[in-house]
């Protein structure tokens, strides 16, 4: 039983870390923005940007209601001291993305789903599994 408990902790801290720092994007794409948080992906077609947040809180206002946060893009104290490279160049390219954007009627409009990697995860735990499984049988187990 602790052959299949065991991954499953490290799997579970690795997905959170994954979430956070992998997983986590904004991609321009030809029709709007794509911003996937930890368990949520939202879609925003550029005709429905309003505005862009500031530098050190990146988010966006979106026609119709909702701000729409970006975790990829937070604040943090090295960022502060940096003065927000990563940032103000993410920021600076959203904002030639959406001024330079024909705005597409037929592009739909802002939505949200649930998301999460579940293929990624499945087979992180497979793998763990399997290397606990021989690692136990080459050890003979521990006593």
């Known amino acids: 039983m602790e052959l299949l ?3 499953l902790i490290g799997v579970a801290y690795l997905v959170l ?4 720092g992998v997983f986590s994007r904004v991609v321009v794409t030809l029709n709007g923005i794509v911003v ?15 505005a862009l947040g500031p530098v050190h809180d990146m988010y966006i206002d979106v026609r119709g209601g909702g701000r729409v946060g970006m975790v990829i893009m937070a604040n943090s104290p090295i ?3 940096a003065g927000q490279p990563t940032n103000t160049k993410s920021r600076r390219r959203l904002e030639e993305a959406v001024s330079s954007a024909c705005p597409d ?12 990697p579940w293929r990624f995860t499945l ?3 497979v793998l763990s599994v399997l290397v606990a499984g021989t690692v136990y049988s080459i050890t003979g187990g521990v006593e």
């Open 5 to 7: 408990l065991v991954p």
């Open 17 to 20: 870390c994954m979430l956070i």
């Open 36 to 50: 996937t948080n930890f368990f949520v992906k939202h879609v925003i077609p550029f005709a429905y940007v309003k």
């Open 79 to 81: 960022g502060f001291l």
């Open 105 to 116: 009627k037929t592009a739909g409009v802002p939505h949200k789903h649930v998301w999460f």
């Open 123 to 125: 087979a992180a735990y």
